[in-house]
């Protein structure tokens, strides 16, 4: 059986009407990991000249859809000087891909796959990150990550809609964060993970539930919660079919872990050390 479908390969500076059958090429490591029937002719975004990161002056950081997962790190690593930037290498370190992945693998890729386990989709998730779409006929919106990803593979897209940047605001690169991350292997794809930030401006505490649902939860409070609140903001939220469930994880762990792990960093980013408020 002959699965190669692709007929052609176009620059997308060209601009060219899409059809039926186009799929936009960031780095290809998905669509190159397994069949795609559907598609035949890939729109190669790899020559657009977008700048991998752009820190603006309002303190914003705009990382781009084609900006690697390496090129990410570096920068989290060397550039980012904000008390958040030990979260950017957190999430990075989820892929647990090789260096061949992390240098071709994309940002904005791993958004639009919308998989509960995508790490960049835990990251922009938990820093409150605003994606910027661009139509085919040149308009452009915003839309919350935590909206932008509607269910497991499910996306907020258009026909021929393309995800162009995703921004991070300034206070929340402020923010002290807290990261927890469970698998059922020790080498495995994340089953749950929870991102925790506080602001240091207001106090209020964001706790990001994702790869344990089958889209990105963040709860927010304008005062540090207690545990049961927290416990029980989660559980009015998520549903039970909202709990993902395959290989790696059925539901009722998943849920477990995710509940835990909310407290964990509940606990590390609000309490004194023996505290116990429940």
Avoid at 135 to 143: C, I, K, L, P
Avoid at 192 to 206: E, Q
Avoid at 208 to 227: C, G, H
Avoid at 258 to 273: D, F, I, K, M, S
Wanted: charged letters at 25%; a positive charge; proline letters at 6%.
């Amino acid at each position: 059986m002959d699965l190669n479908t692709i007929t052609d390969v176009r620059d997308a500076r060209l601009r060219e009407p899409w059809r039926a059958g186009d799929a936009w090429l960031g780095g290809g490591t998905y669509l190159f990991s397994e069949p795609q029937p559907h598609l035949r002719r890939l729109v190669d975004l790899s020559r657009m000249g977008w700048e991998p990161l752009t820190r603006h002056p309002d303190g914003s950081l705009e990382i781009s859809a084609t900006c690697t997962i390496a090129q990410l790190s570096r920068y989290g690593r060397r550039s980012l000087h904000a008390p958040a930037a030990p979260l950017f290498e957190q999430c990075c370190r989820a892929f647990l891909a090789s260096f061949k992945i992390w240098n071709m693998a994309t940002v904005g890729g791993n958004l639009c796959n919308g998989l509960p386990a995508g790490p960049m989709i835990s990251l922009t998730a938990a820093l409150d990150g605003s994606c910027l779409l661009r139509a085919q006929d040149g308009s452009v919106r915003e839309v919350k990550v935590a909206e932008f990803i509607r269910g497991a593979g499910r996306k907020d897209l258009a026909e021929g809609e393309l995800l162009r940047s995703v921004t991070l605001p300034g206070r929340a690169l402020e923010c002290r964060t807290a990261f927890r991350q469970a698998s059922l292997y020790g080498l495995g794809r994340s089953g749950a993970l929870v991102v925790g930030t506080l602001d240091p401006v207001d106090g209020s505490l964001a706790v990001t539930v994702t790869a344990a649902t089958t889209r990105p939860f963040r709860f927010w409070f304008p005062l540090p919660p207690t545990a049961g609140r927290l416990r029980a903001a989660i559980d009015s939220a998520v549903s039970g079919t909202e709990w993902f469930d395959d290989i790696h994880g059925l539901p009722e762990w998943r849920r477990h872990m995710g509940l835990r792990l909310a407290e964990e960093v509940r606990r590390e980013l609000t309490e004194a050390p023996g505290r116990d408020d429940r």
